[in-house]
């Protein structure tokens, strides 16, 4: 199985900050990657797939980048609404793994 | 709009059997992959199984392989998973996907004596 492994595992910052997440897989999965966002009793929400392509409706602050092992998700200048947990997901092969998430919290 | 609704989650007996539905509407039900998810309580995202949209090719995480068994009826436009010989370690809420980017609300399944 792949092991996606992702840092930090949890991350404080304030609205208007940058902030950067990585996700490294155990091997190369080509650009097989995405990334979800779950807020608290919610389901998750996908925001992109192909380690960098927006889905439909997510904000532009949003990026992602990355290929074969190590990616990035970043948001430029946060929101009060971005405070969430995030995951990374890999299809590049079955099963289908997830990162660990990182918790992103309110400084 | 994509809508997926699950149903079917309960508390249920270790060793026991509990069947999972989840309706879709808002697309084409029989030409997308369908997943499900799951999630214990305070964990992260675990992937479970997933079925091609002509039910031809299926896929599970080794954990639930000859445990768990996912179908879906394409007239109905609803997608299944056949959950037996049920233990605590299965206790999650459990997530309807097309293709892991819709998600539905989950349904709950609590395994415990």
């Known amino acids: 199985d792949i092991q996606m492994t992702q840092s930090p595992s949890s991350l404080s910052a304030s609205v208007g900050d940058r902030v950067t997440i990585t996700c490294r897989a155990s091997q190369g999965i080509r650009n097989d990657l995405g990334w979800c966002q779950q807020k608290p009793g919610q389901a998750p929400k996908r925001l992109i797939y192909g380690a960098s392509i927006l889905l439909s409706g997510v904000p532009s602050r949003f990026s992602g980048s990355g290929s074969g092992a190590e990616f990035t998700l970043t948001i430029s200048s946060l929101e009060p609404e971005d405070f969430a947990t995030y995951y990374c997901?890999?299809?590049?092969?079955?099963?289908?793994?997830f990162g660990q998430g990182t918790k992103l919290e309110i400084k | 709009e994509v809508q997926l609704v699950e149903s079917g989650g309960d508390l249920v007996q270790p060793g026991g059997s509990l069947r999972l539905s989840c309706a879709a509407s808002?697309?084409?039900?029989?030409?997308?992959?369908m997943d499900w998810v799951r999630q214990a309580p305070g964990k992260g995202l675990e992937w479970v199984a997933n079925?091609?949209?002509?039910?031809?090719?299926?896929y599970y995480v080794e954990s639930v392989k000859g445990r768990f068994t996912i179908s879906r009826d394409n007239a109905k436009n609803s997608l299944y998973l056949q959950m037996n010989s049920l233990r605590a370690e299965d206790s999650a809420v459990y997530y309807c996907?097309?293709?892991?980017?819709?998600w539905g609300r989950g349904t709950l399944v609590t395994v415990s004596s």
């Open positions: 996907s097309r293709s892991l980017n819709d």
């Open positions: 997901l890999q299809y590049n092969s079955y099963p289908r793994t």
């Open positions: 079925i091609k949209g002509d039910g031809s090719e299926k």
């Open positions: 808002g697309f084409t039900f029989s030409s997308d992959w």
